[in-house]
Nanobody, 114 residues
Framework: QVQLVESGGGLVQPGGSLRLSCAASGNIFSLYGMGWYRQAPGKQRELVAFVTGSGETNYADSVKGRFTISRDNAKKTVYLQMNSLKPEDTAVYYC????????WGQGTQVTVSS
């Protein structure tokens, strides 16, 4: 059974940084694309960043130049480094693995506020 466990969320001031981590278990991690999505109150879940099994990345326009997704296949972990955070980045952030029909983590809250 595949499981994804996120960590690293919290409260940060505008302009600050956070790093989210997502640890996977239950399959051959390196084979599958991994992504970070977010959902703000009253809004639809949206893609933030994605990294393929071969390491190619893509980002939502709203986070380009501020966020960086990376993966460590040996640790079966994907990261999201978030810099220059803005209040509009406030959301629950979900880890996603492109395995079968897709696997989701439980989510971690990120709040950007002064």
């Amino acid at each position: 059974q595949v499981q994804l466990v996120e960590s690293g969320g919290g409260l940060v001031q505008p302009g600050g940084s956070l790093r989210l981590s997502c640890a996977a278990s239950g399959n051959i991690f390196s084979l599958y694309g991994m992504g970070w999505y977010r959902q703000a109150p009253g809004k639809q879940r949206e893609l933030v960043a994605f990294v393929t099994g071969s390491g190619e990345t893509n980002y939502a326009d709203s986070v380009k130049g501020r966020f960086t997704i990376s993966r460590d296949n040996a640790k079966k972990t994907v990261y999201l480094q978030m810099n220059s955070l803005k209040p509009e980045d406030t959301a629950v952030y979900y880890c996603y693995q492109a395995y079968l029909r897709g696997v989701w983590g439980q989510g971690t809250q990120v709040t950007v506020s002064s």
